[in-house]
Structure formats: structure tokens, C-alpha cells
């Protein structure tokens, strides 16, 4: 089953075009790598498949599940499972992770049309999760990734994820800035939630992440645009040579 | 049309037939009183404390001044206060409810009664802490007065359990006046925990409260001192809390307005002991064409002293806001610690916020600091909510909430904090649940 297809995709934000004409089609169960140098155009990816104000699509499309995902809103993306684990996760002083946690599952759940969980039950249920991910439960009680550390955020991003089961993750970097265990714990994390309905887009600069979660491809993204496709073996060229190989680079990019 | 006039001589004829402390004394202070309103009658615009809030819709009400009918059921009163199982004094449309108070089993040492229970003479009390002289509402209360709490406290008794002044409009009766005076004395190492709070049976009782608190913590004492106003959206509201503080003395206000037509504060305290410390809460929250004003006056007159303010505020809609807070450290008030913040979300277009923070230091060895802010809600964290699932209202209903309840971490009484937290979450703007 084809979980996404994006077809000459172009946006752009505040007139400028970041989103040069992206062609991707990531089947059911499949884990792709996105790579490319700084300001390629990989988190403007993330957001406007996530479904975030100020990008104009001006044109291409996106199917998700072959169903059109541009006219959806963010919220209603989310509930039929597509979730971001963002670069830069925002704090929200005031709001409790738990509450937060509690809050999306349920969104999601009511979606499916189930009831919301019980107290002891959700509880359960986080724990479960929050055990994958080697997080203690005084994260639950404190505000959302209000003074956590850069690592704890990203782990935080992936409880969410576990928590709410997406059909469709995409991870925008979360490698970048975990520690060497936290990067075996977190990818562990990943990995165990690994299925073959579940569909993984990763965003990442480096080929250490994908030693622990091997993808099925490999693209580079450059300029607004997928120059190179390939598999697991093209990051390791990618660590050797750097993107100035890549002939079909446009102009100005590179390291 | 109406001038202000005419209803300043609505007020001043109504002054005759208030029997309340019918004492020599009593009654010549409120001559004094008199004289002065009529003088002065009540502020205009051009008065520096008043720029932002007019009284001109006020002066075109025609206020009545007896209640058609005051009963209320105890079952409406347990629904509408705040806390349960406190002591409470309850008041409905300015009239003293016995049977619905609590004030029973009182420990030795404390005297809680409405005043016009008192058999003391307490002239000698009234009107220390407000200034007559000020063209305002201190004049016009200290004439009209009918009814109030008088609390007293002797030396080091601590009282832990909670006291609640219900004061319900009851919508029976249209455009009701009631003029409150509240005294509350705090001996020697006294400790006692008061909730004003002034409620409506529902949105469409109308009126005034027009209430002035006075508070007097001798050396030691600690008093939480809590507000809630919760009236209806077409009533006045008008008070003064004016607090003096001996050495040592600790007053905790908390100051929670969800607005009226017009609802305005002045919290004023006085610290003129060594020592003693004050924590000035506030929170208002208003929508519609709301408008709330507080004015806050911190006055550190000796060495060692220190305060600790932070106001709130969230508009929607047309609502209007205004935050003065003013600090004076005084001359000889070395060492002084002040802190004080205003922080503001605006949730429309069309509402307004004034906000001054202000502080006057004529001392040079302190530590004070001030500021204030106007924000809206934060896209980045409106969109991480919509992306997790959460639908467009409740995500900004959940940060405006988040913004607001900040403020009651910083109440004492955790019972207090989750009641008024249950308030503010069903008062908030565009309604929706979180
Ligand atoms: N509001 C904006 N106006 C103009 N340009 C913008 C705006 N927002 C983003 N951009 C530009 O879009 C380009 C793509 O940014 P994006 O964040 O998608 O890059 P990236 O590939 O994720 O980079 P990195 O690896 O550094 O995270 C950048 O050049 C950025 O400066
Ligand atoms: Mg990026």
C-alpha cells in the first residue's frame, strides 16, 4: 500500500520558493532517510506535510493513504496518524506533559471513534511507553519540555510518537543533539515501533543514526529538490565524500 | 444623557437613611464623609488615577437601594461559594443571612460578625487605612456603608481554618446598590486565611458593590487575603483592599477578577514595619465589552521590607484593561526588595490593554525590579498542539488557561488554588473546555 505520495511539490513562504518540485513515494512499512545540506528545504518538508500556516503550495500534491492531505488541518492530519517529531520541540510552560499526552491520545482515539481511556489505564499505558524510551516519571508531571535538556525534548517527541501510534512519523532530526546512549536508546525506541503499516520518514545529518535504524532508502534533498536516491549504502558515501559529488546538484549548494 | 452630578445627589440623599453603627462617632465621620462627596463627588477623567476608566455609564444608572427580597436557599449558597466547609459569612443583595452563615465554634480570641451584629463602638477603627481626602469612592462608602465583615484576631491565635465572605447578588432585585465596609484586625502573631468573594446567581443580576476592605496586621501576623470577583457581565464593581503592616507581618492578597461591566481595584499596603513582607497576586479575565481596572499601591516606608507582585491579565473580544501598579520606597526604607510584573495576553483584535509599572525610589541601597508585557498566543505553540491532535479552539483555550493559571502557583492553600483554577477554567474565553 502506498502511505505517501508527494508529486511535484512546490512551496513557498513569503514568496520565496523553498519547495522545488519534491517527487517521494514511501510505501507501508518502509523507512526512508532524507539527507541534504543546511537550509535544503527538509524541515520546510516536515512542516508543510504536517500541515503548518504560512507555506503556499503552488503546486504538485500530496496523497496520505491516497487521500489528499493539503486541504486537511493540522490537527485533522494528526488524528489520521500523521505525526512530526519536530527539530526545535517547543516548550509550553503551564501545561503539564502528562495533560498533553492525555489531551492527543484522546484527540486521536475519538477519532477512531473509541472512548477515551481510564485513569489507571492511560496510566498503564504511558509507563509502558515511557519505559521504552528509559524516561522517569517525574517527566510526566513537569511542563512540556519546559527546562528539559536538548536530549530529553527529542526523547519526549518519541514518547508522544510511541504513545500515539502514527501511521505516518516523520522525524526531523531528532538525532542532533542525543547522547551517544541516548542515540542507542532513542533509536531502540524507533525500532520497536517499526511494522509494517507504519511508514518512517527521518531527517538526519549523520550516518551513526542510520546504523542503529537501517532505512529502506536513501534520498538527498537539495535546493527544494530530491537530487539522489538510493539505499542504505549512499549515507555512508554521503559521511565519506560530503554532497559536492552529487552532479546534478543545482548551483550554490554543497559543502 | 446624564451628568455625574445627578447621581452624585442620588447618593448623597440616600445618606440619610443609612442607620447602620448609629453612634456618635460613627455618624460623624460620616458627616465628615458627606461634606467631602459633596465636594467632590466621584472622579472624572481628568483625575490621573481614573484617565483610563470612565464613570460615565455608571452615572447613567439609576441605582435602587432596598432589596425587593434577600432569601436565598442554603443549597444555592454551598453551589455558589467558593470552599466548602469553611466559616462563612454570607450576604445577600447587601443584607446580613444568618441562618445561611456559618460562624458557629468560633476558637477564643476570634470575633467574626457582620457589622450590624457588632456591640462595640468601632468608630475608632474605621477609616484608617483609606485616605478621605482623595476624590473617589472612599467618601462615598465610608457615607453609605450598610453592612460588612468585622474580623478580629488576638495575639497568636491561629485560626486554620478558612473564612469565606459570600457576597451574592441574587438578581432579584434590578440595579441594587450595596455598599460594603470590611475590617479586618490581625494581633500579635495572629494567622488567618479570608476569602472575599462576590458572586451572581446568574448573568443577569445587575447592580454595585462598591466595598472597602481595611486590614491592620500587627507585628507577626499573617493573613492570606483572597478576592474573587465573579459577578455578572452587566454589573458594577468598585473596591478598595488598603492594608497596614506592622514588623514581621506577612500579607498574601490574591486578587482574581473575572470582570463585570466595569470592575475596578485599589489594593494599597502600607509596610511600616521591619520585616514584613508582601505578596500581591492578580489575575483578570475578561471578553465581551468588559472592562476591568486595577490600580495597585505598594508603599515600603522603613528599612527591610519586601514585596512581591505579579498581575495577570487575558482579553478577548472589545474587553478593555488597565494595570497601574505603583511602588514607593520611601526615604529611609533601605534594603527594600520589590519585584513586580504585569503580564498581558490579548486574544483579539479589538481589546485593549493599558499597563504601567511604576516605581518611585528615593532610598539607594535596594534591590527592585520591574516590567511588564503584551503577548499574544504563541504560534509555534499552537501549532505543536494542532499537530498532536488537539482541534484549533482547545489548543488556544488550553494556552490561554496554561498563561492564566501560572499566577495561582503562587497561592498558599492548595484547596483554594484547584477551586479558583475549576473557576477560571469555566470562565474562559471562547468557553471552550480543556
Ligand atoms: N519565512 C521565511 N522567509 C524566507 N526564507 C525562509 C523562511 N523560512 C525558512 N526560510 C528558508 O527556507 C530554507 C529551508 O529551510 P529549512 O528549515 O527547511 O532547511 P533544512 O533543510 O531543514 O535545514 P537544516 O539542516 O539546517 O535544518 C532556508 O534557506 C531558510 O532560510
Ligand atoms: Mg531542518
Redesign the pocket.
Known amino acids: 500500500m502506498k502511505m505517501l505520495e508527494i508529486k511535484n511539490l512546490h512551496a513557498t513562504i513569503d514568496g520565496k520558493e523553498i519547495l522545488k518540485g519534491i517527487d517521494l513515494t514511501v510505501n507501508a512499512g518502509e523507512v526512508h532517510a532524507i539527507m541534504g545540506p543546511n537550509g535544503a528545504g ?2 520546510t518538508l516536515s512542516n508543510v506535510l504536517a500541515g503548518r500556516d504560512g507555506y503556499e503550495i503552488t503546486q504538485g500534491e500530496i496523497l496520505y493513504k491516497g487521500e489528499n492531505l493539503i486541504d486537511l488541518e493540522p490537527e485533522e492530519r494528526a488524528q489520521r496518524g500523521v505525526f512530526l517529531a519536530f ?1 526545535y520541540p517547543v516548550e509550553i510552560p503551564g501545561v503539564s506533559n502528562i495533560y498533553l499526552l492525555k489531551a492527543a491520545l484522546n484527540a486521536v482515539r475519538k477519532y477512531q471513534g473509541l472512548d477515551e481511556l481510564d485513569a489507571i489505564d492511560f496510566l498503564t499505558l504511558v509507563r509502558s511507553k515511557m519505559e521504552l524510551v528509559k524516561m522517569d516519571e517525574q517527566f510526566l508531571h513537569r511542563s512540556v519540555n519546559e527546562g528539559f535538556s536538548g536530549g530529553e525534548k527529542k526523547r519526549n517527541e518519541i514518547l508522544q510518537m510511541a504513545l500515539l501510534e502514527p501511521a505516518l512519523a516523520i522525524l ?2 531528532t538525532d542532533s543533539g542525543l547522547d551517544i546512549d541516548a542515540l542507542r536508546i532513542v533509536s531502540e525506541g524507533v525500532n520497536a515501533l517499526r511494522d509494517t503499516d507504519r511508514s518512517m520518514i527521518m ?1 538526519t545529518h549523520y550516518q551513526r543514526l542510520l546504523d542503529y535504524i537501517v532505512p529502506d532508502y536513501v534520498h538527498v534533498l537539495s535546493n527544494g529538490r530530491i537530487v539522489k536516491s538510493g539505499d542504505k549504502d549512499l549515507a555512508k558515501e554521503l559521511e565519506r565524500s560530503g554532497y559536492s559529488w552529487i552532479h546534478d546538484a543545482p548551483e550554490g549548494v554543497g559543502a | 444623557m446624564k451628568q455625574l452630578a445627578e447621581i452624585h445627589t442620588a447618593f448623597i440623599e440616600r445618606a440619610d437613611d443609612v442607620s447602620l453603627l448609629n453612634t456618635p462617632a460613627v455618624n460623624a465621620l460620616r458627616q465628615k464623609a458627606k461634606a467631602q462627596f459633596e465636594r467632590h463627588g466621584l472622579p472624572g477623567k481628568k483625575q490621573e488615577d481614573w484617565k483610563y476608566t470612565s464613570l460615565w455609564q455608571l452615572g447613567q444608572e439609576q441605582f435602587v437601594y432596598q432589596a425587593v427580597e434577600t432569601t436565598l436557599d442554603a443549597e444555592t449558597i454551598d453551589r455558589l461559594a467558593l470552599v466548602t466547609g469553611s466559616y462563612r459569612l454570607v450576604i445577600v443583595d447587601g443584607v446580613f443571612q444568618p441562618e445561611l452563615s456559618r460562624l458557629a465554634d468560633l476558637p477564643q480570641g476570634v470575633k467574626l460578625q457582620a457589622m450590624s451584629q457588632l456591640d462595640a463602638d468601632i468608630a475608632d477603627q474605621l477609616n484608617q487605612q483609606i485616605d478621605l481626602e482623595k476624590p473617589g469612592f472612599n467618601a462615598l462608602n465610608t457615607m453609605l456603608f450598610s453592612e460588612g465583615l468585622y474580623l478580629h484576631i488576638a495575639n497568636d491565635i491561629q485560626l486554620s481554618q478558612t473564612i469565606e465572605l459570600v457576597v451574592v447578588n441574587s438578581g432579584k432585585t434590578a440595579n441594587l446598590a450595596v455598599h460594603l465596609r470590611h475590617l479586618v484586625r490581625l494581633e500579635n502573631g495572629a494567622k488567618a486565611t479570608l476569602i472575599e468573594h462576590y458572586v451572581a446567581v446568574d448573568d443577569a443580576a445587575t447592580g454595585l458593590n462598591d466595598i472597602v476592605t481595611e486590614v491592620a496586621l500587627a507585628q507577626d501576623a499573617q493573613l492570606e487575603h483572597y478576592k474573587l470577583q465573579q459577578e455578572s457581565v452587566t454589573s458594577y464593581h468598585v473596591a478598595t483592599m488598603a492594608a497596614h503592616q506592622a514588623e514581621g507581618s506577612h500579607w498574601h492578597n490574591a486578587n482574581i477578577s473575572l470582570g463585570g461591566k466595569l470592575a475596578r481595584n485599589d489594593v494599597h499596603s502600607r509596610l511600616e514595619g521591619e520585616a514584613a513582607h508582601l505578596t500581591m497576586s492578580g489575575l483578570y479575565l475578561v471578553a465581551g465589552d468588559q472592562h476591568v481596572d486595577n490600580h495597585t499601591r505598594i508603599d515600603h516606608s522603613v528599612a527591610n521590607t519586601s514585596s512581591d507582585e505579579v498581575y495577570k491579565g487575558v482579553m478577548d473580544e472589545k474587553s478593555h484593561a488597565v494595570f497601574n501598579g505603583k511602588v514607593f520606597v520611601h526615604k529611609d526604607a533601605q534594603k527594600t526588595d520589590a519585584n513586580q510584573s504585569n503580564h498581558n495576553l490579548l486574544l483579539s483584535r479589538g481589546c485593549e490593554i493599558d499597563t504601567k509599572p511604576e516605581m518611585e525610589i528615593y532610598a539607594d541601597d535596594v534591590k527592585c525590579g520591574h516590567g511588564s508585557t503584551v503577548g499574544q498566543i504563541d504560534m509555534d505553540q499552537l501549532f505543536f498542539l494542532r499537530a498532536r491532535g488537539l482541534d484549533e479552539v482547545s489548543a488556544r483555550s488550553l494556552l490561554t488557561f496554561a498563561f492564566a493559571v501560572d499566577v495561582l502557583e503562587r497561592l498558599p492553600s492548595d484547596e483554594i488554588k484547584q477551586a479558583l483554577s475549576t473557576v477560571i477554567e469555566q470562565r474562559l474565553p471562547r468557553g471552550a473546555k480543556v
Open positions: 527538509k524541515s527539530q526531523d532530526e531527517i
